[in-house]
């Protein structure tokens, strides 16, 4: 009898990893047919929602943004603020302190910029598919993923993906410090015409306009 129920135990066991790994496989392969995607346009604008919660530290904070991106490059508008990368430089625009901050691109590799955003999912994840949900009319499919650093901040991540373009619809950030990030997409633009000045930060603009630089 004890021999039976080791190996009743082993095999649910096995059976457990083994539905486990498959879990994994096809979050994974949903997760690239996502990249593959991106990466398959041009440039891409989005409008989002962006909001941040922590109920014990009384902080409930919303703003919407947009962002257009083509490759590395990016301008994005958020929190009042205007942020270029013209593929060398960083320009932060603040318009109420009429201030231009220049700075060198981050070299840290979590760092995540607005260019990473459709594609930091990539690395230093475990994957597994978690719900489906239908958001009017939308089937879209969760993805938890977790990150293999035990010492980030990171709890966990739950990346909702529109089951038929493939394109994220939702990114929930949850912090183990109890603060929950939440970025929702509301529109997704693809293969726009844009300005071939888009992405062109001119300084003498904005000193005329009597802008105070900052270069770091």
């Known amino acids: 009898m004890k021999r039976f129920l080791l190996a009743l135990t082993l095999i649910i066991g096995i059976n457990t990893v083994s539905v486990h790994a498959q879990n994994s496989q096809k ?3 949903l997760l690239e047919d996502v990249y593959t995607k991106v ?5 891409i604008e ?15 904070q919303e703003t919407r943004g947009n962002v257009t991106l083509e490759g590395e490059k990016y301008i994005g508008n958020f929190f009042g603020a205007t942020q270029l990368y ?22 840290d590799a979590n760092a995540l910029t607005p260019a990473k955003m459709l594609t930091f999912y990539r690395d230093g994840h475990n994957y597994e598919m978690d719900i ?5 009319g939308r089937k879209i499919q969760f993805i938890k ?4 650093d035990s010492n980030s901040e990171i709890k966990d991540i739950l990346l ?4 038929e373009t493939k394109h994220i619809y939702k990114v929930i950030e949850n912090g183990k410090n109890g603060t929950t990030t939440t970025i929702t997409v509301n529109t997704f633009k693809t293969n726009q015409p844009l ?6 930060f001119d300084e003498a603009k904005y000193e005329n306009d009597g802008y105070y630089i900052i270069r770091n």
């Open 27 to 29: 979050a994974k392969a």
């Open 39 to 43: 990466k398959g346009y041009d440039n």
């Open 46 to 60: 989005v409008d989002f929602k962006y909001v941040l919660n922590n109920s014990e530290a009384g902080i409930n």
């Open 86 to 107: 013209d593929g060398s430089k960083v320009y932060t625009i603040v318009p109420e302190n009429e201030e231009v901050t220049i700075e060198d691109k981050s070299e």
């Open 132 to 136: 489906l949900q239908n958001v009017n």
């Open 145 to 148: 993923l977790t990150p293999i």
């Open 160 to 163: 909702g993906v529109d089951a």
């Open 195 to 200: 300005s071939k000045t888009l992405f062109t």
